[in-house]
């Protein structure tokens, strides 16, 4: 476990903490398994990583744990920190796309299981 973020680190945590993405808690360097996630939000089961230039060419690894992981149900997005500081803005928007997936295939506490009759909610 790094105990100093990378700059790009730095930056996506202060996106990410205090719940200023939808409400959703993200945790930073959070354990699953044998794996150590960047960033996490376990109500979502989304992790986001950052891959910095030691990472570039571990593909296959990153393949592999990928798969680790999402065999326990977590979804991971990826993102290198050149694209966080090229353009800050597609990677936020990149988030908040993957939260809105994320919440919308879990529903609400209130929800009904049973969908809506034929017709209704269209």
Same mark, same amino acid.
């Given at each position: ?6 700059? !790009?680190? #730095?930056?996506?945590? *202060?996106? @990410? ?9 993200? #945790? ?19 992790? +986001?990583?950052?891959?910095?230039? %030691? ?8 393949? #592999? *744990? ?21 353009? %800050?803005? +597609?990677?936020? !928007?990149?988030?908040?796309?993957? +939260?809105? @997936? !994320? !919440?919308?295939?879990? %529903?609400?506490?209130?929800?009904? #299981?049973? %969908? ?7």
């Amino acid at each position: 476990m790094r105990h100093e973020p990378t700059k !790009a680190e #730095r930056k996506l945590w *202060r996106w @990410l903490r205090d719940r200023r993405f939808g409400d959703h808690k993200f #945790r930073r360097q959070y354990p699953v398994g044998r794996y150590v996630l960047d960033f996490y939000c376990h109500h979502l089961k989304l992790a +986001i990583e950052l891959d910095g230039a %030691p990472d570039e060419f571990r593909s296959e690894y990153d393949e #592999r *744990r990928t798969a680790e992981l999402r065999g326990y149900g977590i979804t991971v997005v990826r993102f290198a920190n050149d694209d966080l500081r090229a353009d %800050p803005d +597609i990677v936020a !928007a990149r988030i908040q796309y993957a +939260i809105t @997936l !994320a !919440a919308g295939a879990r %529903p609400s506490p209130g929800a009904t #299981r049973h %969908p809506l009759p034929e017709g209704e909610g269209e």
